[in-house]
């Protein structure tokens, strides 16, 4: 199985920030990675497929990168209603297997 | 719109077998490209792909739990159901069903995801 870590496991920002939350494969994907928003006691939600290819709906502030072992997730300029948990996802091979997931919080 | 939903019990005791039916609408697992998958979190923890079922029947599962777990769908009453045998506390979690964007015949991720179950094994 292929093996997901996310860095950090949480970080403190305030409105605004910028804020890059990395995601690690164990081996190449290519660029079949997918990044979720889960906010408590919801279900999570698609923001980015593809590495880099936002799903429809989503703000523009959020924006995906990478390709091969290592990917990124930017919130441009965090609102209130992004402080939540972000999961990623590797869709290269099955067993699809999520990241432990980032806590974004208010500093 | 699509929307999911899934059902089931919320509590179930351990060596029982766990039924969840996920109903759907907005689409139709009898349309080529389309895919269902479920997905599971235990309280606090991370989230674990489960299964997914394709257009066409083709099934896939987790390995670790290949041998406990059986996916099906009625395309007439727009549902998938999942069946868990041999359930354990450790499988306590909350239970989504999703839908699966699709690419090139490939799962790119999952959206919507239904609201999600609550399932409890315990005696």
């Known amino acids: 199985d292929i093996q997901m870590t996310q860095s950090p496991s949480s970080v403190s920002a305030s409105v605004g920030d910028r804020v890059t939350i990395t995601c690690r494969a164990t081996q190449g994907i290519s660029s079949w990675l997918a990044w979720y928003q889960q906010k408590p006691g919801r279900a999570p939600k698609l923001l980015i497929y593809?590495?880099?290819s936002l799903q429809s709906g989503v703000p523009s502030r959020f924006s995906g990168s990478g390709s091969g072992t290592d990917f990124t997730l930017t919130i441009s300029s965090l609102q209130p209603e992004d402080f939540a948990t972000y999961f990623c996802q590797q869709a290269n091979s099955f067993p699809f297997t999520f990241g432990p997931g980032t806590k974004v919080d208010i500093k | 719109q699509i929307t999911l939903k899934e059902s089931g019990p919320t509590l179930v005791k351990p060596t029982q077998t766990l039924t969840l039916t996920c109903t759907f609408s907005?689409?139709?697992?009898?349309?080529?490209?389309?895919?269902v998958g479920w997905i599971r979190q235990p309280p606090g923890k991370a989230l674990e792909w489960l299964a997914v079922i394709y257009w066409d029947e083709d099934k896939r599962y987790s390995p670790s739990l290949k041998s406990r777990l059986t996916i099906t769908k009625d395309t007439s009453k727009n549902q998938v159901v999942l069946t868990m045998t041999n359930m354990d506390p450790v499988d306590t979690a909350t239970y989504y069903c999703?839908?699966?964007?699709?690419?090139?015949?490939?799962?790119?991720?999952?959206?919507?995801w239904g609201q999600g179950t609550l399932v409890t094994v315990s005696s």
């Open positions: 907005g689409f139709s697992l009898s349309t080529s490209g389309v895919a």
């Open positions: 593809g590495a880099s």
């Open positions: 999703a839908h699966g964007i699709v690419r090139q015949l490939w799962i790119v991720g999952f959206d919507p």
